[in-house]
């Protein structure tokens, strides 16, 4: 249990802690006036407190419905909030006839969102996993309110990269293109062991003190604005952690979903649209918990769905955040997530929110796209989901050279892409290689430089909106070859003092990863200010020889792409692609700085990569 000194540093700004004794929590900690759903629910915990009544003093500040838990212990409070309420400090007072407790709360006055770009395809993103990236603060590596100490030497340990890591290096990650960043979570997870992935959430409004607090977070995000990258928050609310403050007095009953004995999910993950699948199926799989130390959030519970709304709303107003990435999104009932989403973007109706919905083909994955055609009716109200299925396909098609058999090689790709009438939105699908739960790039790439840089070339090419793993930029990889979570999540060189060689610094790189990042710099760059490839429209075509080229293309702006995972060299035949670029057409090719005019001898060299920038004009 965090102390009363912690929380004190955490909010001493948005939260006065008057708390008399009986009252050990209000959560959210503060909140906004202007908003567009004017009521909020306040849960407060402390020792027999259920059959307290609150009291504001304020007739801006109408106490409305009281709801008791089953644990005797936390009261929930529907409140009104006046629009013409001014922002400052309020006293809310409990009491069962006398007075028995009181609290400051502090109400401030909404930000204006339209000031703040969410992402889109527009953007680069760069994911993060924080712990893994840069440790700029050594006295933040332990801490004495944490159970799992430092172990760098451990896969699965504590390393000590943290939010001022983040914030040393952002010219680092707007130099290479970069425009917005998701970093896996960074709240409070106090599990023993394997804490430094942040999924088993202890304290949903508390950074994990070996990151940083609340207030570091917040200057990460205005510090990233400043340079033009936005912040995408990394969110679960299908699950917590074995220790989770509540859960050693849990709210209701049925706060979690809860069995006789340990039960895990049976990842049975087509039950949800599968016209076919049994009740029991369907259950096990959204009522068994993840992991053994990740018990499974109820969020038909209607006190906990307006928990976990409350929190994104919280997070997202406090820290004036551009988007959101849902973790295992079809984990949840599926009605209740949407309910989450949807409540939300009432909120903020043009905020990007990307779900994981890890399925292997297009149809399973756009049943999860809000708006979506569902047999169903089903409508899960996300703006965006991820491109798994292409990333399947990436990782086999380049694995395949030379002339390879029917439906194999760059054809993945293309019939990947092929399947996009599936999605209402194919362009702000969040498409990638790699990720924190896949095997990096370059172990599935065979750690070849040249087969590398032509998935970069696709992934900053093709529609959708890019994401990019830390540390793909050199290729990083394990050291002895062991795969998996903690040996792939690599800390990334030159974010300890000490290290042998630093990427922030371009000291001691071996040359193939100076070319990698050269390429990745170059590519993400151009596609920074390339308006057609943010806004075009995409014509393909059939990858004849393990040749795929296509070309996006807005009003009379082309740009023609042509990745060649052939062992030999390819001549581009013009006159086949004469509906999306004229002969005598003058572009320049990005990776090399050439001039090419459509029409003349074009060569593709084996293993390699082109992008051509049309002008507009006829030479």
């Known amino acids: 249990m965090i102390t009363r000194v912690l929380l004190v540093l955490q909010f001493c700004i948005l939260f006065s802690q008057l708390f008399s004794q009986e009252i050990k929590r209000v959560e959210p900690p503060s909140w906004w006036i202007g908003m567009e759903n004017r009521s909020l629910q306040?849960?407060?915990?402390?020792?027999?407190?259920?059959?307290?009544?609150?009291?504001?003093?304020?007739?801006?500040?109408?106490?409305?419905?009281?709801?008791?838990?089953?644990?005797?212990?936390?009261?929930?409070?529907?409140?009104?909030?006046?629009?013409?309420?001014?922002?400052?400090?309020?006293n809310f007072y409990l009491s069962d006839g006398i007075k028995k407790g009181e609290f400051s709360y502090l109400f401030e006055k909404k930000r204006d969102h339209k000031l703040i770009e969410t992402f889109g395809p527009q953007d680069a993103i760069y994911l993060i996993m924080p712990d893994r990236f840069a440790n700029s603060n050594k006295e933040n590596d332990n801490h004495q309110d944490v159970s799992e100490q430092y172990d760098r030497e451990s896969p699965y340990g504590r390393h000590g990269g943290d939010i001022q890591g983040v914030i040393d290096n952002l010219d680092y990650i707007a130099s290479n293109g970069m425009t917005a960043i998701w970093l896996t979570p960074l709240l409070f997870d106090n599990e023993s062991v394997a804490s430094y992935?942040?999924?088993?959430?202890?304290d949903y409004y508390m950074i994990d003190p070996r990151f940083g607090t609340n207030e570091l977070y917040k200057e990460m995000v205005l510090r990233a604005r400043e340079r033009g990258i936005k912040i995408i928050k990394d969110m679960v609310p299908n699950h917590c952690g074995v220790s989770h403050w509540w859960m050693e007095d849990l709210p209701f009953n049925d706060w979690i979903h809860q069995f006789p004995q340990f039960t895990r999910s049976n990842y049975a993950m087509t039950t949800h649209s599968d016209i076919h699948s049994s009740k029991v199926d369907k259950d096990l799989f959204v009522k068994g918990w993840f992991d053994n130390s990740m018990p499974d959030m109820n969020l038909t519970n209607s006190f906990v769905l307006k928990y976990f709304t409350q929190n994104a709303i919280w997070w997202i107003e406090w820290a004036s955040l551009s988007g959101i990435r849902v973790d295992t999104f079809p984990y949840s009932d599926k009605w209740a997530a949407s309910l989450w989403i949807k409540n939300i973007r009432n909120e903020y109706p043009s905020i990007n929110i990307v779900g994981e919905c890890w399925y292997p083909t297009a149809q399973e994955v756009s049943y999860w796209e809000g708006d979506n055609f569902n047999r169903d009716g089903y409508n899960s109200y996300l703006p965006s989901v991820m491109d798994f299925p292409l990333q399947d396909a990436i990782q086999k098609a380049f694995k395949e050279d030379s002339i390879p058999g029917w439906g194999e090689g760059l054809f993945r790709i293309y019939r990947s892409i092929s399947y996009d009438n599936a999605y209402r939105d194919p362009f702000n699908l969040m498409i990638f290689a790699d990720n924190h739960d896949t095997h990096r790039m370059a172990e599935f790439m065979d750690k070849k430089p040249e087969k590398?840089?032509?998935?970069?070339?696709?992934?900053?090419?093709?529609?959708?909106?890019?994401?990019?793993?830390?540390?793909?930029?050199?290729?990083?990889?394990?050291?002895?070859?062991?795969?998996?979570?903690?040996?792939?999540?690599?800390?990334?060189?030159?974010g300890w003092?000490?290290?042998?060689?630093?990427?922030?610094?371009?000291?001691?790189?071996?040359?193939?990863?100076?070319?990698?990042?050269?390429?990745?710099?170059?590519?993400?760059?151009?596609?920074?200010?390339?308006?057609?490839?943010?806004?075009?429209?995409?014509?393909h075509y059939w990858p004849n020889n393990n040749l795929y080229l296509f070309f996006r293309y807005l009003n009379d702006k082309v740009v023609m792409v042509a990745i060649n995972n052939n062992l030999s060299d390819e001549i581009i035949d013009w006159k086949r692609f004469s509906e999306s670029i004229p002969l005598g057409k003058k572009g320049?090719?990005?990776?090399s700085g050439k001039i090419v005019i459509s029409g003349d001898t074009l060569v593709i060299p084996s293993q390699s990569s082109m992008i051509i920038d049309f002008t507009s004009k006829k030479e």
Not at 197 to 202: F, L, M, N, T
Not at 463 to 480: A, C, F, K, N
Request: glycine share 12%.
């Open 42 to 90: 306040l849960m407060i915990y402390g020792e027999n407190i259920s059959g307290y009544r609150l009291s504001s003093g304020n007739d801006k500040i109408k106490i409305g419905k009281h709801h008791k838990g089953d644990s005797p212990n936390y009261i929930f409070v529907d409140i009104d909030i006046d629009p013409l309420l001014q922002p400052g400090n309020y």
């Open 497 to 539: 003092s000490g290290d042998s060689k630093s990427i922030f610094k371009q000291e001691n790189l071996e040359r193939y990863e100076s070319d990698v990042a050269g390429h990745f710099s170059k590519v993400f760059n151009w596609r920074k200010s390339s308006e057609v490839i943010h806004k075009g429209k995409m014509t």
């Open 197 to 202: 992935h942040g999924y088993a959430c202890s």
């Open 452 to 494: 590398v840089k032509m998935v970069l070339t696709l992934l900053a090419t093709l529609r959708g909106v890019p994401q990019l793993y830390y540390g793909t930029e050199i290729m990083l990889h394990t050291s002895d070859g062991k795969l998996g979570h903690g040996e792939e999540r690599i800390d990334m060189p030159g």
């Open 588 to 591: 320049v090719e990005i990776i």
